[in-house]
């Protein structure tokens, strides 16, 4: 409901002037070019018109008061509509509770709404709801909501009432659906179809960038599955480094502790073998008891000799001494019987051979042997001459005498002998004696020699052991440094997972190649792992960011498709909500424009009837579409295909159908009729009504009267009009006057006064 209207700056209104509607009619009043006219024009531009030709103008500037000769032009027109936004029941609605009560503007929870635009010569607008700045179309969703439309059905401008008659039928069914209120779904289905393309794009935008992800994802994804066998080879590198240590640590400490003790072990028997070895040569090299028995023996043998050597010179003695008295004998008997010598030759040959025996014994070098050969030599030679030398008698004698000693001589000698060969049977009995003990000693020697040769042999054996063990040691411990190097590799490579492991405390029952195996395993695994690359942190996070990115999208390209489906289906429901609407509208309008028109004219009827649509053809044609101009684009107009709207009218007692034909009254009675129909169907909170009433006579200028008041019971009436009749149904009376300033000028005035001032 209006409440009032503040002009400052606007057209003529050059100060703030007030209008206040505390009546169901208020009529202006005044002189020709008072400035009646922009009120109504000041209402259209608050509403946010943006046609300047509605308002008479060529350019915003236009609507600022250009000043007069008297005042100074205004830099900025302003004009605010206070409605009362007070809950109410709206007709016939019973006020049971407060609940069934609605607010003209519902969605503003304020008792009071104001509507300001305000332009400035710059040519800028704005708008201000509540004093708050908003936008043009935020007024005009406001308007709609309260059945105020902007295409200005409720505000009929001076000479145009006929205007609706004139139209084109498309425009006037958009003045018909603005009646209808359809604005308000005009607007929440443009709404719709927005925010449907906007999510239709979206949903282009979303699936485009799902299409631009996908390979990058695919990308990642092979990467992230490398990885994963990467990191499945480092766990099987782990498992198998765990296996692989665990049973090498124990297998070198455990063999490194049998060789050191074998080391050990062997040291000991070595050491043992040489010590005793040692004790056999020192033994050896002092062989004092061997040197004894060969001391010994030499001694035995030197005495076998000796007593030997003695009896051969005896034994030779006695053959001289046999031979000797042999030859004395016979020299007795031969010397006894010739004076004259002779001298066998064979005692010479004796002589001669036993003087070469004795020298050769002389040549000797025993000096006793010697001695006794000179000796013998000198008994041989004297006892020979004495033999062959001396007379016959005395020799005789002496021959006797010589064979006597040598006769005793020989008796001695055989004694000796016997002696002698007595002693040599002692020597070479002792000297057996010596070598037998030698010979025993000899035997003890072999098996020492048997023994050393043993030890001998027991210290290469085990000092070759030795140098074994310590071959072995020393491997031993080349292994331990590269199961080292191993397990710094293992770590870097597969982490610290592979050195974690329970230490074994038995060794599987296995041959060693198994173990070698297990190595190769680990070393081929190791270039696998190497093979695969590492790291890759990143990569996996870039993919679960991916991957987080695309499920989000696809989420998002649900909701989308989701929303789309609900914008399809509330544009559908409002389409449908549309239709209902229109047709419900159309055929009440219709009833009350034929009641309306029989009662201007007194009978007859009309009636509005939607064109017929060519088959298959377009609802607009281009030309339209320019005359709608670029300012409608924003605004919801009559959409193609949709039909547009014929006025039927059928006079009483005439055949006029057409409506051209028609007077200039008829046009403004049925123009009038028509107005007052759609506005009794939907009525608008208010309804202006510039010299609609101009062209009526007396008696229908009563009809109309009584039709307003009619009007006024649903909708608020504004009337600018010269019109007695009409004035005298007002409840409020405004005169306009305009002085020499060019400034219009409002009084509220009585309804005598009226009738003066709109003469
Ligand atoms: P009628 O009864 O003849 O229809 P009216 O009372 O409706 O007349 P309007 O048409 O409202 O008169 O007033 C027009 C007057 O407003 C003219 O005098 C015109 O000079 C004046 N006017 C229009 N625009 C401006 C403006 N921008 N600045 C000052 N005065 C203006």
Redesign the pocket.
Known sequence: MLKRLEIAGF??F?RKTVLDFSSATTAVV??????????AEAFRFALGEQSMKSMRGKRSE???????HSSARANRAAVTIVFDNMPRVRPGHHASNATDATRTFPKLDFDEVSIERAVFRDGTSEYLVNGAKVRLRDVQELLASANIGESGHHIIS?GEADRILLAHPRERRAMLEDALGLKAFEFKKLDAERKLEKTDANMREVESLRREIAPHIRFLKKQVERLERAASLVQELALACQTYFGIEELYLSTEKERATKERAQATERLTAAAAQLTAFDERNTNDVEGMKHAERIRVAERELDRVMQERSVLSRELGRVEGALEGAKKRTVAVAHDPYIKIPRDELEILCTEVENQSQVIEGTNPEAIKAALTSLRALVRVFFERFGTPNDDYLADEESLVHSLESEREGMLAKDTQLAESTDTNRKALMRAREASMAYDETGREERHRVLELAEVKAREESAVVRLDGRLRELSMMSEELERERAEALALAGSAALSYAPLTQLPQEERRVQEDRKRGVERLKIRVEEAGGGGEDVKKEYEDAVARETFLARELEDLAKSSAGLRELISDLDTELTTTFTEGLARVNASFGEFFALMFGGGGAKLVLEELPVGGRGRSEEEDEELGGEADDLPVAKAGKAGIEISVNLPKKRVQALMQLSGGERALTSIALIFAMSQVNPPPFLILD?TDAALDEANSRRYGDMIEELAKKSQLIV?S?NRETMSRAGILYG?T?GSD?I?KLLSIKFDEAVAVAK
């Open positions: 057209k003529s050059a005044g002189p020709n070019g008072s400035g009646k006219s922009n009120i236009d609507l600022i008061f250009s000043g007069s001076q010299e600018i010269h306009v305009m060019g219009s």
